[in-house]
C-alpha cells in the first residue's frame, strides 16, 4: 500500500517537473527565429536517417513483445517501423522545414475611424499534450509540427511502443541541442504507467491543449477526464457514395481504393452507399474485387439481391469503425438519402461522392457536415501528408478549435493587435 502511495506520489511530482520545465521551454521555443527552428527539424532528420539501424531494432523489442502480448494485427501494423518509414518521418520533417512559419503573420489589419490600426497576429498555442498509440511515428511528427509552430511538447506515447519512442526522441535530443533550443521543447514521457496521463491532462497550469491519438475508448477517457481544451476524433466512419451519374471506372477504382489500400486508419472506407440506379451495375464488380481481396462484405437487403453471398447487415454495422477488411454496403434511393445515412451514422470525419454531375457534388461538398468531403477521389486522402502539411497531429471532427488533419497552422491561434501612435479613446 505503501509503495502504491509512494509510485502515484513520484509519478505526481515526474509530471509536475515535465510540464514545469515545458512551460519554460516554451517562452523560448516561442520566439524562436525560423532558421533556428527550421535548423533543428533538418537535424533531426539526418538523426534519423543515420540512426535507421538502432530504430529498427529498438521497434523489433516492441514488434516481440506486441505478438507475445497478442496485440490485435491493426495495432501492430501501426507500431511496425520500416526503413522506408524511417525515410518517410525523416522526409516529412524536411517538408514542415520547408513550409511557411506561420508565427508572427499578421493579417487583416485595418485603419479604424479613430486612426488605430486593427489585425490579427498569429501566435503559438503554448504547451501541447500529445497521447497516444502504437504509433511511433507520431513521436517524430508531432515533435516537428509543435517545433515549427514555436510550441513546447509533451508527447506520451503507448507503452507498447516504448523502445521506438525513446529511440527516436534520442534523435529528437540531437536536433535541439544541434539548434540551441532547449532539450524541454519536445520532452517524451519515459514511464508507461497510466497515471502520467492522469496528470497530463489535468495540467491545466502548465499545459495549454491535450491531443488524442488511438482508440475510441482512450480518446473517450481524455475527453471526460481532461481539464485541458482538447483536439480530437472519436471514430473515423467513412463513406463513399456512389452517384447513379458516377464514371463506373472511377466508381469502381475510388470505392476499391478507398477499402482496400489499408484496412487499420481512421480515413479508410467503412460504409459503401450505392445509388439505385447503378447498383445493378457497380456492385456485381465490386463484390468480385472485394472478394478477391479477402474483404467481409455486410449488405442490406437490395444488396444481398444483387450479392446473395453477403451477410445480412445490422443496424450496429452502420455505426461500425471495422479497422478490418469488413466492408458495409447500403443501396440508397438518392444523393438525398445517402446524405441522410452519413448524416445518421458517420463520424464526421470523411465522407465522399463519386458523381460527373457537377451541381449534385456541389451539393455534397455544401451540405455533408464533415472534417474532409471529396469528390472522386479515395478517403484514403485525408492526411496532412496529402494535403500539403507536411504531417499531422491528429485529425480533429469538433469545430472548434481546429478541423481536420490538424498541421502548423492547426497549432496556432490568433490575437488581436492595435498599432496607434499616442492614440486615445474620445
Known amino acids: 500500500m505503501n509503495t502504491n502511495v509512494e509510485t502515484t506520489n513520484a509519478i505526481s511530482h515526474y509530471m509536475t517537473t515535465v510540464g514545469q520545465c515545458a512551460r519554460a521551454a516554451s517562452r523560448i521555443i516561442g520566439r524562436a527565429e525560423t532558421r533556428v527552428k527550421d535548423a533543428a527539424l533538418l537535424a533531426i532528420a539526418e538523426a534519423l ?35 522506408k518509414g524511417i525515410k518517410t518521418m525523416a522526409q516529412g520533417l524536411r517538408e514542415i522545414a520547408a513550409q511557411t512559419d506561420p508565427v508572427g503573420e499578421i493579417t487583416d489589419l485595418k485603419y479604424r475611424p479613430s486612426g488605430i490600426q486593427v489585425g490579427r497576429m498569429r501566435v503559438p498555442l503554448g504547451v501541447i499534450g500529445i497521447i497516444y498509440e502504437s504509433r511511433p511515428n507520431v513521436t517524430a511528427d508531432a515533435a516537428a509540427l509543435c517545433l515549427k509552430s514555436g510550441n513546447a511538447a509533451i508527447l506520451r506515447g503507448g507503452s ?70 482538447v483536439i480530437k476524433h472519436l471514430d473515423g466512419v467513412c463513406h463513399v457514395y456512389i452517384d447513379d451519374r458516377a464514371d463506373m471506372d472511377k466508381a469502381v477504382t475510388v470505392a476499391y481504393n478507398a477499402k482496400t489500400q489499408r484496412y487499420g ?13 447503378i447498383a445493378e451495375r457497380v456492385l456485381p464488380v465490386l463484390g468480385e474485387r472485394y472478394r478477391a481481396a479477402g474483404v467481409e462484405l455486410r449488405g442490406c437487403s437490395k444488396t444481398r ?34 446524405m441522410d445515412h452519413i448524416a445518421t451514422y458517420g463520424s464526421a470525419h470523411t465522407d465522399a461522392i463519386i ?50 488533419p490538424v498541421g502548423v497552422e492547426g497549432l496556432t491561434t490568433q490575437k488581436f493587435v492595435v498599432l496607434g501612435d499616442g492614440h486615445i479613446r474620445q
Not at 62 to 78: F, I, K, S, Y
Not at 269 to 275: F, P
Open 49 to 83: 536517417e543515420a540512426a535507421t539501424e538502432a530504430l529498427l531494432a529498438a521497434n523489433r523489442l516492441d514488434m516481440d513483445a506486441g505478438q507475445t502480448n497478442g496485440l490485435e494485427p491493426a495495432l501492430l501494423d501501426r507500431l511496425e517501423l520500416t526503413p
Open 160 to 229: 507498447e511502443a516504448l523502445h521506438s519512442n525513446q529511440a527516436i526522441a534520442a534523435c529528437i535530443q540531437h536536433g535541439l541541442a544541434a539548434a540551441g533550443l532547449p532539450a524541454d521543447a519536445v520532452q517524451v514521457i519515459e514511464t508507461a504507467d497510466r497515471a502520467a496521463v492522469g496528470e497530463l491532462i489535468r495540467m491545466a497550469e502548465y499545459v495549454d491543449v491535450i491531443v488524442p491519438r488511438g482508440g475510441k475508448s482512450l480518446i473517450e477517457r481524455i475527453s471526460r477526464e481532461a481539464r485541458v481544451p
Open 265 to 277: 486508419t481512421c480515413n479508410t472506407m467503412e460504409t459503401l452507399l450505392v445509388a439505385d440506379g
Open 305 to 338: 439481391d444483387l450479392l446473395p453471398e453477403v451477410k445480412i447487415a445490422t443496424e450496429e454495422d452502420w455505426y461500425a469503425e471495422y479497422l478490418a477488411p469488413i466492408l458495409a454496403i447500403r443501396v440508397v434511393k438518392d444523393m438525398d438519402e445517402a
Open 355 to 404: 458523381t460527373e454531375d457537377y451541381s449534385r457534388a456541389r451539393r455534397f461538398l455544401r451540405e455533408v457536415d464533415s472534417s474532409s468531403v471529396m469528390v472522386n477521389a479515395s478517403t484514403r486522402f485525408a492526411d496532412g501528408g496529402e494535403y500539403g502539411l507536411g504531417a499531422e497531429v491528429g485529425i480533429s471532427t469538433d469545430k472548434l478549435h481546429a478541423r481536420g
